[in-house]
């Protein structure tokens, strides 16, 4: 069995979710994070991150925006 190949590097990795506590682990892996409180919101700050920018509080932690 051939060992996995990684498709990302953590810094390229966004994950987006509703609930803090399951941003936690992501966060913790290096991944950026995004609270999706509201669909444009969260729209709205993955295209900042696709075009490169950085959110207000760096990687987002969970209990960021």
Same mark, same amino acid.
Do not use: K
């Given at each position: 069995?051939? =060992?996995?190949?990684?498709?990302?590097? =953590?810094?390229?990795?966004?994950?987006?979710?509703?609930?803090?506590?399951?941003?936690? =682990?992501?966060?913790?892996?290096?991944?950026?994070?995004?609270?999706?409180?509201?669909?444009?919101?969260?729209?709205?700050?993955?295209?900042?991150?696709?075009?490169?920018?950085?959110?207000?509080?760096? =990687?987002?932690?969970?209990?960021?925006?």
């Amino acid at each position: 069995v051939a =060992p996995l190949t990684p498709i990302a590097a =953590p810094p390229d990795i966004v994950y987006l979710d509703d609930f803090d506590q399951d941003r936690a =682990p992501a966060a913790a892996l290096g991944w950026t994070t995004i609270h999706v409180a509201d669909a444009t919101s969260a729209l709205a700050q993955l295209d900042d991150v696709l075009r490169g920018g950085a959110l207000d509080d760096g =990687p987002n932690q969970p209990g960021g925006q």
